[in-house]
C-alpha cells in the first residue's frame, strides 16, 4: 500500500501531519510519539522577535472543542534556529515551518531567513492566527493582502511555500484563489474559529485574551465545508484539517480533496493519535481495495 | 519521561460528600512518579470513545504503590468531567499520562518538615509526606477543611507517620478556622510546640491548597527565611509543555510565562506571585 | 424578580425565545410546551409560495451539533396566515415571524402581507439560511444588501422589524452596523454555521444538499464571540442564541450583552427546555442577589 | 399525545452479539403506545448531563406491558449512541419521549396477517403480532436473520401465538436465504402452506427491515393486490414533526415531502417509492 502524498513540492511518506502549535517544536511527547513518527511536523509559529503571548487563562474547553488564547508565544527564530531546528534536522523529520509577523517586512525577512536554513522542506505561513493584534486574522480575511503577503514571500525562497487559511471569512474560496494565483504550493487549512467563553460565576470572559480560536471535533463539519469548496476551486494540493480525532475522520478530509491531514488539538487528547490514523488509513484503503491515496483523495466531491 | 498506559480501575470510592478516591493500575507511572508530579487523565464513561469531555483532566499524585504498580489520586467532584470520572467503575480502562511535570524538591534526610494543605490541596502532600517520612524527616501536617467529614486523607497521613494538627472551618474537629491560623499558633508555640518565637524550628515548608492559603503561607515562610515550594493549577490542554497553555507570569520572571504543566505544577513559593491571579485554586 | 425584557418594541414577559425552525408553528409538542409557555415563538420561515425544501437525507448528527438542510420548506405565506396564524393568536403568545425570500421583491410583499395580520409582534428577516440557492446566504454577507433589506421592509411595515444575521461572514460587526443604520429594531443572532458532513463508507456526503447549516453545543463559543462584538458595537437589542442547552448558557449570552435568549436545536434535545431555562435563570439572579434582567445583560463585556 | 418520561431503565440485556433488549418504565407511554410507533430517548451516560450524542435516538417499541407501566425496545449497536445505550445499567434513568408517529393499521378482528421482519426490523413487528394474536387474526411471520443465534425475538414471536417461518443467510435455522424468498415459497403453497397459486390467502401484509426487503414485499403485495404498510426509517431531530429533518418523498407525494416521524413512520406499501433511496435501512 502506498501512502506517499505531496504539498505542492514537499513529499510526505504519509499523509498525517502535525499541526503548528500542538506538537512544540517536535520533542515534547519523547518516547511516545516523535518528529520522524508521522508525515510531517509544522513547528509552532515563529515570529522575528520573541513573543510574550497573551496573558491567561489561555485555554478553556468547550462542547466538543476548545478555545486556546496562546497569542503566538514563542521565542523568535533566532533561537529557534539555533537551538530547535537543529535537533529537528537530526531526527531526519520532514520540517515545515510556521511563521508569523505583525508586517510583511517580518513575513519576508523570516521566509528568507528560514529559507536559507538546512532542514526546512516548507514554509507555512500562518495569516489566520485570530490572536494576535496586528497582522493575525484581519491579514488573511483580505484577498488582496493575502495576495501581496504570498507573493512576496515567495520571491524570497525556493522552498514551497504554504499559507494557513483562517476560516473567519466568508469567502473561502476567494481567498483560497488570491493565494494560488500568488504562487502558493499548497494550502493548508483551517486554523481555528474565533469563540470566546463566559464564566457565569464570575461574570467575566474566561480568556485572558477574551477571544480564543476553537479548536478541536466542534469545528470539523465547517472544516470539511470549506475543504470541499476550496478543492473544487483551486488546484493546488491542500492540506486540511480542524478536529481531527480519528483516522474515520482524517478520512472524511481526504475524501473531500485534502491530499494530507493535519492533527493539532487530538493530539492533546491521544498523543499516539498520528500514528494510529496513519494506522486506521491504512485498514480502510485495504477493506476498500485502494493501493495508492490518490484514490481516495476527492473521492466525495460530487 | 512519561509514560501513555491504559490503566485499569481498580477502585473508585465515594470518601466524603462529593470527594473520592480512585485507584488504577499503572505500573510505568507507578514505578515513575514522584510527589508533586501529577497525572493527565482521559475521562470518558464506560471506556466507549467520547469527545465530551474533551481535553484530559489533570490530577496530583495522592499514592503509589510501586510493587503492585498503582497509583491513586484523590478528587473533588466540580464539573462535567469529575461528575463522570466519579462513575467509572472497577474494571472500567481509561488513558492515563503521566508521570507529569516537576515534582517538590525534597530536603536533606531528616529535616524539619512542615506540610500545610487545604481542601483537595492535602492530595500531593500525602504522597509528600510519605516520601519524606521514609527519608526520617519530621513530618508536621497542618491539615484544613470545611468540615470534619472531609478529612479524607487523615487515616492515610496518621499511617504514615506524619504529625497532623487539624483546622476546619466549622470547628467540627480541630481548631475551628482557618488552617493557615495554626501556622500562628505553631510561630507561637501553641497548641504543636513545634516552635518558639518567630524562628520555627522547621527547614523547609511545602503548601497545596486555595491560593490565598497558599499567599498566606509564603508570606509566613518568607518573614521567617524558610524556604517553600507549592502546587498550582491551571487550565491544561497537553499536560507536557507543547501547547503552552498553562502560562503562568512568576515574579521575577522575564518577559515569558512559565509553564505549570511542565516547569510546574510545583514552583518556589518565592517565584510565584500570588496576588496576580493567575494559577487556578484548588478548593 | 423581574424577567421582563424587550427586543425593540417587541415586550417579552421573559427573555426565552424559541428559535425558528425548531418548534414549527408552536404546536408540535403540545401538551410538553405550547407557544404561550415561553417569552416569544418565532415560526419557521415562510416565504412567499410554498417551498418544497431540500433532498433528504436533511440531518447529520456532527460532534455536539447537528447539520439540517430542510432549505426552508414551508406551505407559503398564504397558508400561514389562513392556517397557522389564527392559532396562535387565539393562544395569547409573543408571535415573530421569520420571513425569507429569493428577491427583495418577496421580502417586501411578505413583511406587509404580515405587517397588516392580526396577532403579529414582530418581523424576523430571514437573510442568513445557508441552504437557498439564491437569497439566502449571499444576501445576509454583504452589508449594502443588509441595509438595502432592512431598510426595504421598514417601509412597508409597522411591526418591529429584527434581521438574523449569517455567522458566515468576515465582519459581523459590518453587518449588524449595516442593520442598524437601516433602522433594524432589534439583531438576531446567530443563525447557522455552513459545514458538511461525510460518510466514508459510501464515500458521499450525508445531507442530500451536501452543505447543511450547523447547531447546538458545537457553535456557542463562535455565537458568544459574535454577541460580544456586536453588543459593543450597535445600540439596538439583540437576541442571542447558538448552541444553548441549559439556563446557564443562556446566562452566558445575557452576560455578553444579549436582551433575550433564542433556543433551537436544545428543544430538540430537551422539550422543555425553554421553559427549565426561564426557571434557571430566576435561580441565579436570586443567587446573585439580582431583581432585573438589566443587571446581567452586557455584565461580562470588558 | 405523546409524554416525556424520565424512565428507570429495568433491564438492559445482550441478547446476542451486538444486539439488546432494554425494558424501562414508563407509564404514559405503556398506557398509549401502538404497534408501529417509536420512542425518542436520550442516550447518555450515567444519567450524568452530556451534550454527546446530542440527538436523541429513534426506537419502534417492541413490547408494552400496561398493567406494569413498562416498554422494552429491541436494538442493535450501530454508532456511538447505541454502544453507550448498552452500557446503561438497570436503575440510571434515560429521559423517553414518546409513543410517537403513526403506528401500523390494525385489521378487522380474524383476518389473515402476515408480517415479513429482517434483522432489527423484527421489532415492531413483534409488538404488532402480539395485538393481532389479541384481535383473534391468524398471524404468519417470515422471520430473517444472518444467522440463528440473531432470531432473539423468536421466543417472544412464538408466545404470542404466531406462527414464524425462519430464513437465516447462514442456514443455521430454517430456510437458508433471503426471508423474502419465502414469500414465494408461500405463494407457491411450500414449506408453509399459507396459500395456494398467486391468491395469497393474507388480508394485509406488514414488513418492516431492509429498504430491499420491503421494497420486494412491497412488490409481492402489489402483484397479489394484498394491502400492506412498511415501517420507515429516517434521521431524525425532534421526532414530532416539527423540524422538517424526516422527510421522505413519497410516489404520488405532490411537490412536497412526507416527514417519517409525524406522517409515518408506518406508511402504506403503495406509498412508498423503494428506488429512491430515500429513508434509512435498518439490519
Ligand atoms: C497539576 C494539577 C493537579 C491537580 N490535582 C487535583 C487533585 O489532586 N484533586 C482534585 O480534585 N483536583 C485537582 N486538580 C484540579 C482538577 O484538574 C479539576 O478540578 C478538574 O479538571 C475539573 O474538571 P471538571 O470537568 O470536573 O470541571 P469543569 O466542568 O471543566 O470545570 C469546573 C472548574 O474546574 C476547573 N478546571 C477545569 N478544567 C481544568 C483543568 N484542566 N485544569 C485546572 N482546572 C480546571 C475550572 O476552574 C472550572 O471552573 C488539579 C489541577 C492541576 C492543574
Ligand atoms: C422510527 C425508527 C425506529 C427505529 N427502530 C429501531 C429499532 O427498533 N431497533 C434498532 O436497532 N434501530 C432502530 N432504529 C434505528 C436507530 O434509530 C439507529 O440505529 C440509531 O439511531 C443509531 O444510533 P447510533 O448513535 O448508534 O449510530 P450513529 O453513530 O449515529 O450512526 C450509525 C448509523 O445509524 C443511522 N442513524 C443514526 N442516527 C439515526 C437516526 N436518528 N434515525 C435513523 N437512523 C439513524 C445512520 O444510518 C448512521 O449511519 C429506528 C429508527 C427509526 C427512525
Ligand atoms: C494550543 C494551540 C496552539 C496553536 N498554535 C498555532 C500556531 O502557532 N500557528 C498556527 O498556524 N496554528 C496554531 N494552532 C492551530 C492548529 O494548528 C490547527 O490549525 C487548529 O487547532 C485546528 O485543528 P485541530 O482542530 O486539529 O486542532 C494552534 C492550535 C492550538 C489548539
Ligand atoms: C432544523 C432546523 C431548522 C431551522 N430553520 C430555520 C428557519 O426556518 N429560519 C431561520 O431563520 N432559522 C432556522 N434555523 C436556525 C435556528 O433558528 C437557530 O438560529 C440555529 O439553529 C442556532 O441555534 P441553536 O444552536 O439553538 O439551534 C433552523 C435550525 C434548525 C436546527
Ligand atoms: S498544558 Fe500544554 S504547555 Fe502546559
Ligand atoms: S424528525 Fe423532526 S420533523 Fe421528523
Known amino acids: 500500500m502506498n501512502l506517499e502524498t505531496d504539498l505542492g513540492g514537499i513529499k510526505l511518506a504519509d499523509p498525517v501531519v502535525m499541526a503548528s502549535g500542538t506538537f512544540g517544536y517536535g520533542f515534547g511527547y519523547e518516547g511516545l510519539i516523535g518528529p520522524g513518527d508521522v508525515g510531517a511536523i509544522i513547528t509552532k509559529a515563529t515570529t522575528r522577535e520573541p513573543w510574550a503571548g497573551n496573558p491567561p487563562p489561555r485555554i478553556a474547553e468547550t462542547p466538543c472543542g476548545m478555545l486556546n488564547a496562546i497569542g503566538l508565544e514563542n521565542p523568535g527564530v533566532e533561537v529557534f534556529l539555533s537551538e530547535y531546528l537543529p535537533r529537528l534536522r537530526k531526527s531526519g523529520a520532514v520540517v515545515i515551518v510556521n511563521i508569523a509577523g505583525r508586517t510583511f517586512e517580518e513575513y519576508v525577512e523570516l521566509a528568507s531567513m528560514i529559507g536559507t536554513a538546512k532542514g526546512v522542506r516548507g514554509i507555512e505561513l500562518n495569516i489566520s492566527c485570530p490572536n494576535v493584534d496586528m497582522g493575525g486574522m484581519q491579514l488573511g480575511t483580505s484577498p488582496d493582502m493575502v495576495y501581496k503577503i504570498v507573493d512576496s514571500v515567495k520571491q524570497v525562497t525556493h522552498l514551497p511555500v504554504m499559507p494557513k487559511l483562517s476560516p473567519n471569512v466568508t469567502d473561502i474560496v476567494e481567498i483560497a484563489k488570491a493565494a494560488e494565483s500568488a504562487g502558493a504550493d499548497a494550502i493548508s487549512m483551517i486554523n481555528t474559529v474565533q469563540g470566546m467563553a463566559v464564566d457565569i460565576e464570575t461574570k467575566r470572559p474566561i480568556l485572558g485574551n477574551v477571544f480564543g480560536g476553537l479548536s478541536g471535533p466542534a469545528i470539523k463539519p465547517i472544516a470539511l465545508r470549506m475543504v470541499y469548496q476550496v478543492y473544487q476551486a483551486v488546484d493546488v494540493p491542500i492540506l486540511g484539517g480542524g478536529g481531527i480525532m480519528s483516522a474515520k475522520d482524517a478520512i472524511e478530509f481526504l475524501l473531500v480533496g485534502a491530499k494530507a491531514v493535519s492533527v493539532g488539538t487530538g493530539t492533546f487528547i491521544n498523543p499516539r493519535l498520528a500514528m494510529e490514523i496513519k494506522a486506521g488509513i491504512e485498514d480502510y484503503m485495504a477493506r476498500h481495495g485502494h493501493t495508492g491515496l490518490h484514490e481516495i483523495i476527492g473521492a466525495a466531491i460530487l | ?283
Chains 1, 3 share one sequence.
Open chain 2, 1 to 283: 519521561m512519561f509514560f501513555l498506559e491504559n490503566a485499569e480501575i481498580i477502585r473508585n470510592d465515594r470518601v466524603a460528600d462529593g470527594i473520592y478516591e480512585l485507584e488504577c493500575s499503572a505500573s510505568e507511572i507507578a514505578g515513575n512518579g514522584d510527589p508533586g508530579q501529577f497525572v493527565h487523565m482521559e475521562v470518558k464513561p464506560y471506556s466507549v470513545e467520547s469527545v465530551s469531555p474533551l481535553l484530559r483532566r489533570p490530577f496530583s499524585l495522592y499514592g503509589v504503590t510501586r510493587e503492585q504498580g498503582t497509583i491513586s489520586i484523590l478528587y473533588r467532584i466540580r464539573g462535567k468531567g469529575t461528575s463522570i470520572l466519579a462513575q467509572v467503575k472497577p474494571g472500567e480502562y481509561l488513558s492515563v499520562l503521566g508521570p507529569l511535570g516537576r515534582g517538590f524538591t525534597l530536603p536533606a534526610e531528616g529535616s524539619a518538615t512542615l506540610l500545610v494543605g487545604g481542601g483537595m490541596g492535602i492530595a500531593p502532600l500525602v504522597y509528600l509526606a510519605d516520601r519524606l517520612v521514609r527519608l526520617s524527616c519530621d513530618v508536621n501536617v497542618l491539615y484544613g477543611a470545611e468540615t470534619a467529614s472531609e478529612l479524607v486523607a487523615l487515616d492515610k497521613l496518621q499511617q504514615e507517620g506524619a504529625k497532623c494538627h487539624i483546622a476546619t472551618m466549622d470547628g467540627s474537629r480541630g481548631y475551628k478556622g482557618l488552617v493557615t491560623d495554626l501556622l500562628t499558633c505553631i510561630s507561637e508555640g501553641e497548641p504543636t510546640r513545634m516552635s518558639t518565637g518567630k524562628q520555627a524550628c522547621t527547614d523547609i515548608v511545602y503548601s497545596c491548597g486555595p491560593l490565598e492559603m497558599m499567599a498566606h503561607v509564603a508570606k509566613f515562610a518568607k518573614e521567617r527565611g524558610i524556604p517553600g515550594e507549592v502546587s498550582l493549577e491551571s487550565y491544561m490542554a497537553c499536560g507536557v509543555g507543547v501547547c503552552l497553555g498553562c502560562a503562568l507570569r512568576l515574579r521575577n520572571g522575564d518577559a515569558s510565562y512559565a509553564k505549570v504543566c511542565s516547569d510546574g505544577p510545583v514552583f518556589s513559593m518565592a517565584e510565584v506571585e500570588f496576588g496576580a491571579g493567575e494559577g487556578e485554586v484548588r478548593q
